[in-house]
C-alpha cells in the first residue's frame, strides 16, 4: 500500500490545529511531495508529540527508510484505514503501537497491531541486539497477583478483586532466590530452572543460543515437547511459551519477538485487549482449551511480558482420584500483572 497516496486522499479531513502549525505543515507537505518551510526548523529531528518515556529492560529501536512524520491526533484516522504510521506517543498505554527507543535517531515503523502476526511483526521491529545477563546478575520482579481462600486444587479459584503485591529478586542462574521479610532481605538456595516444556538446566545462556526466527523457534519448542510429551497437542506449544515467559519476565527483546511469532504461527492464538489486574489497558495473546481460556499479557507500549490470565468461559466438571472439581463460566483461576521486571545487580536492587 502507498501510504502516502492513501494519506493525500485523507488531506480534506486533516483539520487545521493551532496548536502545532509546524507539524501540521510538514504533514500536508509530505503529503503533496514539495518542501515545507518548516524542515530547516525541524532538521534535528522529528516532531514529538506527546510526553513520558518508555521503560524498557531490554532496548529496541530502528531506522526507518525514511523520516517519518510523528503526529498524534492529526494521523489517527490513518490506522483505520490501513496505512503503516510511525509511533507518536511515548509511554501511551492504550496505543496499539508501542513506542520508539528513547534515544532512537530515528524512530520505527510499524503496523496496526490487529492480530497476534502484526504484534509479533512490530515487536521484532522495535528489537535490538543487547548484551545478555551475568549469570550473577538477578532478575527483579514485582508482580501484582489475586488471592484464593479455596483449598488448592488443579483449578483454584481466585477470589475477584483481591490484591497482592509479591517483589522478588531471582539470580540469573537460578542458583540463588531473595525476597523481603519483616523490612529484611532473605536469601535462600536454589537450582537450575526446571521450566515445562523445556530442557532441564534452563539458564541465559540457553535463552541467547535459542534461534529468533519464529519459524525455526516453533520448530525447536514442538521438538523439545515431543522428547517429553506423548502425543504432542497444540495447546503445549503455548503453554511452554507462557511457561518461560512467566519463569523469565525479562527476555531478549529478539527471542520475545519470536515468541509472538511462533505463537501466531500455530493458529489457534488469538489477540485480545483486556485491563489487567492492575487496572492497565493491555493486549493479549490468548487460546481457549476445555473450556478455559488461558491469556498472555503484552504491554501495548513494551511489547514485553505484563502478566498473565486464565478465566473458565464454560460450564465443566472433571473427576479425578482426589475428588470432583466444578468449574462454572466465569470463575477466575489465575489473574497476574507484572508491575516490574527488570536486570540488576544486586539483590534487594530497584
Known sequence: MDELATLSEMRSQVPADA????????????????????????ASGPVRLGGGKARRSWPGGGRGTRRPILLGGLLAGAVAAGAVVAVTTLGSGGSRHAPSSPGASSPVRLVAVTSPMTLASNAAALAKGSPPPKPTQWIH??????????????????????????????????????????GRLVFANGMPSQVGGWPAGLDYAYLQSLPTDPDRLL???RHNLATTRTPLAENQVFDAV????????????????ALYGALARTGSVRL????????????????????IRTAILVSPSTYTYAGQQRVVVADSRTSGADGTLA????????????????????????
Do not use: C
Not at 25 to 30: I, T
Not at 243 to 254: C, F, Q, R, T
Not at 273 to 291: C, I, N
Open 219 to 221: 520448530t525447536t519448542i
Open 272 to 291: 485480545g485487549h483486556v485491563t489487567d489486574l492492575a487496572g492497565r489497558p493491555a493486549l493479549s495473546l490468548y487460546r481457549t482449551d476445555a473450556g
Open 141 to 182: 520482579t514485582r508482580m501484582m497477583t489475586t488471592t484464593s481462600h479455596a483449598k488448592p486444587s488443579g483449578a483454584q479459584v481466585q477470589d475477584p478483586g483481591t490484591r497482592q503485591v509479591k517483589e522478588t529478586w531471582d539470580r540469573v542462574d537460578f542458583l540463588r532466590f531473595a525476597h523481603f521479610e519483616n
Open 327 to 350: 468449574l462454572r463460566k466465569g470463575a477466575l483461576l489465575t489473574d497476574e500483572a507484572v508491575l516490574t521486571a527488570s536486570i540488576v545487580d544486586d539483590a534487594g536492587e530497584r
Open 19 to 42: 496548536r502545532y502549525p509546524a507539524a501540521r505543515e510538514a504533514l500536508l507537505a509530505e503529503i503533496a511531495g514539495r518542501p515545507s518551510n518548516a524542515e530547516g526548523r525541524e
Open 242 to 257: 507462557l511457561a518461560l515467559m512467566e519463569n523469565y519476565p525479562v527476555l531478549p527483546a529478539k527471542l520475545n519477538a
